[in-house]
């Protein structure tokens, strides 16, 4: 799911449940999985103990415009398999 449809919907339940940014950081940091998730190891504390810090930390990694490079440099690096068929390279790329 895009970077951006998962902030939204986190916003929009930080707005229903009345989360304080505390509570927003909380809740956020816990639901970080898999890449996203690998990110509380990697970064300093002065940035995964703030929301703003954090949020920006994800959007630059995890944004339209850093899965943009990252498909693009996938793309380029595709080669087809000996006994793939068209069809089936077209479904993998998509």
């Known amino acids: 799911m895009p970077f951006e ?6 916003q929009i339940c930080a707005k229903y449940n009345r989360w304080s ?10 639901s970080l999985t898999g890449e996203a ?9 002065s940035i995964t103990s703030s929301l703003g810090k954090l949020t920006q930390l994800l959007k630059s990694r995890f944004g ?6 990252k498909f693009r440099m996938e793309l380029q690096s595709r080669i087809r398999q000996p006994e ?8 993998d790329i998509r």
Do not use: P
Not at 5 to 10: E, N, R, S, W, Y
Not at 21 to 29: C, D, G, H, M, P
Not at 37 to 45: E, K, R
């Open 5 to 10: 449809t998962v902030c939204a919907k986190f």
């Open 21 to 30: 940014r505390s509570e927003q950081l909380a809740f956020l940091s816990a």
């Open 37 to 45: 998730g690998q990110v509380l190891w990697d970064c300093d504390a």
């Open 64 to 69: 339209g415009t850093a899965r943009a490079d």
């Open 84 to 91: 793939e068929t068209l069809k089936k390279e077209h479904q």
